[in-house]
């Protein structure tokens, strides 16, 4: 039985690599840094109803000390660094915290595995928002960067640390290149859970509008169950690199809506206004991926669409506010 440590497992993306892991018969592993809301922190994978098949270790990736002693004692084979200050607008309000835990977080994890584990396989979350000013019009692991805020800074600079620590110490450490990704599980801060959270709202009467920021952002949206297979299978291939996960669609937070609105029976004009102080001081105008690499060598493709998602997560809010109301 394998062994897979998971920084970040209570996240979105942790959750269902754990869910997938687990079906695919390994020993999980989660990384927990203890808080005093340690207690609700499980709460995605209580929802995926697997919260006593993962095994917590406590740790925290700013201090190296912990993750050696994780490693030590777990011995994985692979280990997936999904762990992140991972709000992008809340990185321009706390710059320091996101480059230390997002960007030097993941080198510490790179360090103990130099030093206790070097053969255990890495994976490293990187974020298509490093591209940020888009340089070319789809995206591939050729395409220069640009990032637009220190959220995208810092996970640029944890995927090249990964690229040296794959070139000069030989780790099979690879990096995804992950285009946004959604799903039922995903934080509330984030825009479009806050859209299938808030058109829940709206259709139980809860609420009657929806306050948003920049509706003509683009971005190429995808299912997180998806993107956790490609992760797992970009650390199953004989040498290391770095792969774009994308849908190669792209859609803007004004079609979001329309989705999402229409899904309920609602006419999104109705109930959605924007405020300009909602608005990212840098914006990253338009992301399309171009995952040819991850299609021809890892066989990977999409299997959720868009609109398959979006249905999914407002069904999940009307879910949660119908359950909270009953009570």
């Not at 992950?178 to 479009?192: A, K, Y």
């Not at 959605?272 to 060598?297: F, H, I, S």
């Amino acid at each position: 039985m394998p062994t897979a440590l998971i920084t970040g497992a209570t996240g979105q993306d942790g959750a269902y690599l754990a869910q997938f892991l687990l079906q695919t018969g390994y020993r999980v592993i989660g990384l927990l840094r203890r808080s005093a809301s340690a207690d609700v922190i499980g709460e995605r994978l209580r929802w995926l109803g697997i919260e006593r098949d993962i095994e917590m270790r406590d740790g925290d990736l700013i201090d190296l000390s912990s993750l050696a002693r994780v490693v030590q004692d777990v011995a994985p084979d692979e280990v997936y660094n999904l762990a992140a200050q991972s709000f992008v607008a809340t990185s321009w309000q706390q710059p320091l915290l996101t480059g230390t835990v997002t960007g030097m977080g993941a080198v510490a994890m790179l360090e103990a595995l130099r030093l206790v584990r070097p053969s255990a396989r890495f994976y490293q979350a990187s974020s298509s928002e490093m591209f940020g000013m888009v340089q070319a019009q789809q995206q591939n692991e050729h395409t220069p960067f640009h990032p637009r805020s220190p959220y995208a800074v810092a996970k640029l600079f944890a995927h090249w640390m990964t690229i040296n620590y794959r070139e000069s110490f030989g780790l099979h450490a690879s990096s995804g290149i992950l285009f946004n990704h959604e799903s039922p599980l995903r934080g509330i801060e984030f825009v479009t859970r806050r859209i299938t959270d808030g058109v829940a709202r709206i259709k139980l009467g809860l609420a009657r509008e929806l306050v948003l920021g920049n509706l003509e952002a683009k971005r190429d949206w995808g299912h997180a169950k998806d993107y956790v297979r490609a992760m797992w299978l970009i650390l199953q291939q004989a040498e290391p690199g770095d792969y774009v996960v994308a849908t190669g669609r792209t859609a803007s937070v004004r079609d979001f809506c329309e989705l999402a609105f229409s899904y309920a029976g609602l006419d999104y004009r109705d109930h959605v206004v924007t405020r300009d102080e909602l608005k990212r001081p840098a914006e990253v105008d338009y992301l399309q991926g171009d995952a040819a690499k991850a299609r021809r060598q890892l066989g990977w493709e999409p299997t959720i669409s868009l609109e398959e998602m979006v249905g999914e997560m407002v069904e999940a809010d009307l879910a949660r506010y119908r359950a909270s109301v009953s009570r």
